[in-house]
C-alpha cells in the first residue's frame, strides 16, 4: 500500500493536469474517485486550491474592472473559507481513522496536523506545475528560464522534504508517539456575528 504522501502528491498532480486541460475558474469537477473515499477528498481540496490560484492571477490584473474585482475578491473569501473547511474534513477522516490508537505517556503534540501538511502538499504541486511550466517557456529569456528551473529544483526538494514529514508524523501517530489535537480555525472575517463590519449594519 501507498504511504499517504505519495498517494497525495500522486493525486494533486493528477487534480493540477486535469484543472489545466480547460484552464477554465468555471469548468466542472468531474472527481474521478469514489465518492466520500479518502483520494476523493484529496482531490476536491486540490481542485478548490486550482481554481483558488488562477482566481488570485486574475485579480491581478492591473486592467481589471473594479466591479469585477469586488466580485472576485469575495469569491477568494467564499473559497477560502471552503479550503479550511475541507481541511477540517480531512483531520476529522484521520481523527476517526487512529481514534483507537494507544497514546503513549511520553507522546508530544505535532506544530500542525496532517491535514494542514497535506494542505500544504496540494499548494507545492500548484507551485510545481507552474514553476515548471515557466522553466519550459520558449518566449522567455535565458535569465528568466534559469532563475525558473533553480527555484523548480528547490520546490521539489521541499516537497520531498513535507512528504517524509507527513509520513513520519503519521506513523509516529499511529504508534502513539504523537497524539492529534485539532483546532477549528474559527475565522471571523465570514461571520457575520463575529464580524464587526457586518454585524453594525445590522
Known sequence: ?????????????????????????DAPVSNPYPEGS???????????DAVQWHLEDIIRDPEINPTDALELKRRIDRSNQVRTDMVED??????EK???VTIKEEATINTESPAWALDRLSILALKI??????????DAS???????????DVLLEQRE??????????????????YMKVYRQMKMYNDPAT????????
Open 1 to 25: 500500500m501507498k504511504n499517504t504522501a505519495t498517494l497525495a502528491n500522486e493525486i494533486f498532480d493528477r487534480s493540477v493536469a486535469d484543472y489545466h486541460i480547460t484552464d477554465n475558474v
Open 38 to 48: 479518502f483520494e476523493a477528498i484529496l482531490y476536491a481540496k486540490n481542485w478548490v
Open 90 to 95: 480531512i483531520d476529522t477522516w484521520m481523527r
Open 98 to 100: 487512529y481514534k483507537d
Open 129 to 138: 506545475w507552474h514553476m515548471r511550466e515557466q522553466a519550459d517557456r520558449k
Open 142 to 152: 535565458a535569465e528568466h528560464v534559469a532563475r525558473c528551473r533553480a527555484k523548480l
Open 161 to 178: 522534504d513535507l512528504s517524509l514529514a507527513i509520513n513520519q508524523l503519521l506513523d509516529d501517530i499511529e504508534a502513539g508517539r504523537k
Open 195 to 202: 464580524n464587526p463590519v457586518l454585524y453594525a449594519k445590522k
